[in-house]
């Protein structure tokens, strides 16, 4: 019988023995059955596939924030602070696409998320400028053209940002917006910081929304992952002093702050599935795959693999425990591995010589 490293692992787990660059810490799993003795139990998650480390793709960039996969395999990133757009393919070539126009690099902010059309002619981008944050789409075919501004205005400040650009399972653009660092702005509904956002493919309100405007979720700190388990959008998102958070996404939501951090809100308030310390997490990229969670850890410096089913969660196990320094950002590859980046030349990093990295991790 041939083991894969799925089988291997749920194995390990059973037989409670240790996992070579794995840890765990005062992760708390709470049951969507804890908030509501009525419901039913999730069915038990599947166990984790455990990342192994295959190979560095690119090194040398500059805290690069986010990656969008082409159909050839490639990836566009962007690059924080310069406003850069690169193109990075599987043998490690790296090549300028472009420089994002009025990008400002400040504090937390630049550019931030990048997404692609489903059919790739267009790149959208979530970058700060001297005044606001805002969401853009530019023409792409190999090269970027002009930026055309469809959501502008969103608050600004040193931090706070959130920035995370995704296409849904069902075609509409989905953004996390933070909160500019005053958590009064997550309970306004006429602001769109401290949100979740869902727009069609011109920025407009999506046909469905729940309130009639671009909201989708509120009540947010510092959301800087999405990622669907099917149908089921999960988020990670950054807390303050006490926990970071995993939740699962539900229209017209409210997640709770600067109210409630971590959980204790219901039925008022949607609790988070998963809290880690603040110290093991800060989480900003996640990615879904076979029933897995996977959410990049930046003062946690590693890789959280959490097993999912349903609205509910397994034991979370940690993975590259400061090996790699702060991870930023983890995709989904089209060959069906993922690709990790590094976030040390960040002003809260040690790089390394070779930092910052594009990693290639098998799951």
Known sequence: MTLTRRTMLSGMLATGLGLAGCATADVVVHSPADADPDAGASPAPPAPAFPTLDRTIASGLAVPWSLAFLADGAA????????????????GAVDEVGVVPGVVGRGEGGLLGLALSPDESALYAYLSTE??????????????GTPEVLV???????????????FGPDGMLYATVGDAADGSRSQDPDDLAGKILRLDADGRAAEGN???????????????????????????????????????????????????????????????????PTSECSPSGLEIDRGVAYVCALRGQGLWVVPIAGDGAGTPLKAFDRELGRLRCVALAPDG?????TSNRDANGTPSAEDDRIVRVLI
């Open 210 to 276: 729940p309130f009639g405007t671009r909201v989708w979720s509120l009540g947010h700190r510092n959301p800087q992952g999405i990622a669907w388990d099917g149908d089921r959008m999960w988020s990670a998102e950054l807390g303050q002093n006490q926990v970071d958070e995993l939740n699962r996404i539900d229209p017209g939501a409210n997640y709770g702050w600067p109210t409630i951090e971590g959980t204790g809100g219901a039925p008022t308030y949607a609790d988070p599935v998963v809290t880690w």
């Open 131 to 144: 005044s606001d944050n805002r969401i853009v789409r530019m023409p792409f075919d190999g090269g970027l």
């Open 76 to 91: 566009l990133v962007s690059e924080r602070g310069t406003g850069r757009v690169l193109r990075v393919d599987d043998a």
């Open 337 to 341: 591995a993922l690709w990790i980046t």
């Open 152 to 166: 502008d205005g969103i608050a600004l400040a040193s931090n706070h940002q959130g920035g995370r650009l995704r």
